[in-house]
């Protein structure tokens, strides 16, 4: 089916450990983004991509790591998990490439650090 | 530090009244303002997006934009309680990329039968 899927939908892990959630479009949209949603703080950005092998970061970067190989993958990795990352994750892509466009997201990731 | 701030609520509202969200902004140069739905669980979803001061009218939602005041508010009319949901205001930077949206903490509407 189109659309925009994350995996895993739940995860519970260690501190330390790390964690790969990974993201995948199927409609070839340019921009794609990871989000983290936590109670009071909304929607806060941690990195984006504007294209396969270009990636930048967004407001809450540290801890993180992207990569973006295909168009259609974006992959997000905790490289060593703290419980301060205990969040729902979301992935996202843009209809256009302006500011007009609208984002698409997927159904999120619930992670837990132990 | 820019920021855009709701009221985290919750808001209720009776079915069939007009339910009124409100979001403010600090980035005077931000150019484009989006709304979205989440519903408990859920991912958001977009429902209206404004660009130019005054009103705009989808259906039962009105989105009004005042750039001189940093300030921009969703209007639900004659609300259902399958408007319950929280409700995020998004605003484009003013600097850097257009793509990078800010959002709010949401506002939580539950619209009571």
């Known amino acids: 089916d189109a659309g925009i899927t994350q995996s895993p939908r739940y995860k519970i892990t260690e501190t330390g450990r790390q964690v790969t959630l990974m993201c995948h479009q199927t409609w070839s949209h340019s921009y794609m983004f990871w989000y983290r949603q936590d109670l009071g703080h909304g929607l806060r950005l941690i990195y984006y991509?504007?294209?396969?092998?270009?990636?930048d970061k967004g407001e809450v970067p540290d801890g993180y790591v992207v990569s973006r190989s295909k168009t259609e993958n974006f992959p997000l990795t905790l490289e060593s998990a703290t419980r301060s990352q205990t969040s729902v994750y979301f992935c996202?892509?843009?209809?256009?490439?302006?500011?007009?466009?609208?984002?698409?997201f997927g159904e999120g990731s619930r992670l837990t650090v132990l | 530090q820019k920021e855009v701030e709701q009221n985290s609520g919750p808001l209720s509202v009776p079915e069939g009244a007009i339910a009124s969200l409100n979001c403010t902004y600090s980035?005077?140069?931000?150019?484009?303002f989006f709304w979205y739905r989440q519903y408990s669980g859920k991912s958001p979803e977009l429902i209206m997006f404004i660009y130019s001061n005054g009103d705009k009218e989808d259906g039962r939602f009105t989105a009004q934009l005042n750039k001189a005041s940093q300030y921009v508010s969703l209007l639900i009319r004659d609300s259902q309680p399958s408007d319950s949901a929280t409700y995020l205001c998004a605003v484009t930077p003013s600097s850097g990329s257009a793509r990078q949206l800010t959002f709010g903490s949401g506002t939580q509407l539950t619209v009571l039968p």
């Open positions: 996202a892509s843009l209809t256009s490439g302006g500011g007009t466009g609208e984002l698409f």
């Open positions: 980035d005077r140069g931000s150019q484009s």
């Open positions: 991509s504007a294209a396969a092998d270009i990636t």
